[in-house]
């Protein structure tokens, strides 16, 4: 991204956020193939943005390699990514995850 893009879209959360009086941004990079360090110079914008207007920005769908780039440039703990948890169940179906095994040892169970 170009830095008249970047500041483009900065300039459009504010008044965004100016108009809503919203406390959170949210960025989905769902169509996001690849990060790169354009990538993170427009999220680490996007949050001086918010915090300069009081709000929170976080991000949803982002690539793979996004969180190791963010870690690698020192911005890991400052760039807030969603980590989805997975799908939810549909109705009928059967909800998939760890099943607890009873420890013979144990006598309260």
Known sequence: MATAEVAALCEGVRLAMDRSRADLVLCDLGRLTDADLGTVDALARL?????????????????????????????????RLWV??????????????????????????
């Open 84 to 109: 989805e948890a997975g799908r939810q169940p549909e109705e009928r179906e059967e909800a998939l995850g760890v099943q607890e095994e009873r420890d013979p040892a144990d006598s309260t169970a």
């Open 47 to 79: 949050q001086l943005t918010g915090r300069r207007l009081g709000c929170r920005v976080d991000v949803r769908n982002a690539p793979p390699g996004l969180r190791e780039l963010l870690l690698l440039v020192g911005l890991g703990q400052v760039v």
